[in-house]
């Protein structure tokens, strides 16, 4: 019996009682998540998002709802407010996508975005409220990776022509808060243990990387094995957003490559669709680190981010 089987299995059973204590505890958490984003609903959040993007266009940060301690990233750099994406963007491309997670407090875009000079740019943004104020912004623009990678430019026709999900699912496909955290959460350790097949997952289950092509030939988890002599950890791993309706979970990881493989370790913003408590698809923006880099999103200490 293998070591995956019965990992899983020892998981399964501890499943149980772990959504008895998460269940105890989530009311309290939700109130207080709740609470800390001033009880901004799924439509607060839209709109808190749309006048946040807006204000982006207009290259205008005091249109944008700033709270006094705002904190921004793009590709893990702090961005000053009006520098960095404040003057590169001017609207939306062919995909605007957007995500909310009441509980939490936070909103997401992913999509496609024009850029000032007129080029078309996959972008993932995730946006935290707090008392009305947008508090966070983490920005990722795709870049293109080298030096060992398998990815080129990233593709916008791609995100275009395989977009992430618009409109809710059906209730009776949908899985609960906890279950789609516990899902993405063994996604992750099967990509550290190069071993996917013990995840449950849609047999179409199909991957939209940079906008690459997707890839129903593997699957979503069945080409875990080759990241072996590759891919030495997922770190960093966050779950900041959690959209119950679309079933889709916002991931920020960092893939760390084992050194000699030429290849760069790689920070993505992960968007998990998660559907009848499987894994069903994924559509991922992704920025490569520099040669020598630290392994660091940009956001090691807004400690809240951890919980």
């Known amino acids: ?171 009776a496909e949908r899985s609960s808060r906890f279950m789609m955290k516990s899902l993405v959460s063994d996604f992750y350790q099967a990509v550290a243990d190069h071993y996917g097949e013990w995840v449950p997952s849609d047999p179409k289950c199909y991957r939209v990387e940079n906008g690459g092509p997707p890839t129903p030939k593997y699957g979503c988890l069945g080409h875990f094995e080759a990241f072996d002599k590759r891919v030495y950890d997922a770190a960093l791993r966050r779950f900041p957003l959690v959209d119950e309706q679309t079933g889709v979970v916002l991931c920020s990881i960092i893939f760390v490559h084992y050194p000699g493989t030429g290849a760069r370790d790689t920070l993505v913003h992960e968007y998990i669709q998660v559907r009848r408590n499987r894994i069903h698809a994924w559509w991922t923006a992704m920025y490569f680190l520099p040669p020598g880099s630290p392994v660091t999103n940009g956001w090691e200490k807004r400690s809240w981010i951890w919980r």
Not at 70 to 85: I, R
Request: one cysteine or more; charged letters at 20%; a neutral charge.
């Open 1 to 171: 019996m293998s070591r995956h089987f019965i990992s899983r299995a020892t998981s399964l059973r501890a499943l149980g009682a772990a959504a008895l204590a998460a269940a105890l505890l989530f009311t309290s958490t939700a109130a207080y998540a709740q609470q800390d984003s001033g009880g901004c609903d799924r439509a607060c959040l839209r709109q808190m998002l749309d006048t946040y993007m807006a204000a982006v266009f207009k290259h205008d940060p005091s249109a944008a709802r700033l709270s006094d301690d705002h904190y921004a990233t793009e590709n893990t750099a702090v961005v000053k407010n009006g520098e960095g994406f404040w003057k590169e963007f001017s609207g939306y491309g062919a995909v605007n996508r957007g995500f909310f997670d009441p509980v939490n407090g936070s909103a997401a875009f992913l999509g496609v975005l024009k850029q000032v000079h007129g080029k078309d740019r996959i972008v993932s943004v995730r946006l935290k409220v707090a008392g009305g104020k947008v508090s966070e912004a983490e920005w990722i623009v795709a870049l293109q990776g080298t030096g060992g990678s398998s990815h080129g430019e990233p593709n916008p026709q791609g995100l275009v022509d395989y977009p992430p999900p618009a409109d809710p699912l059906p209730p």
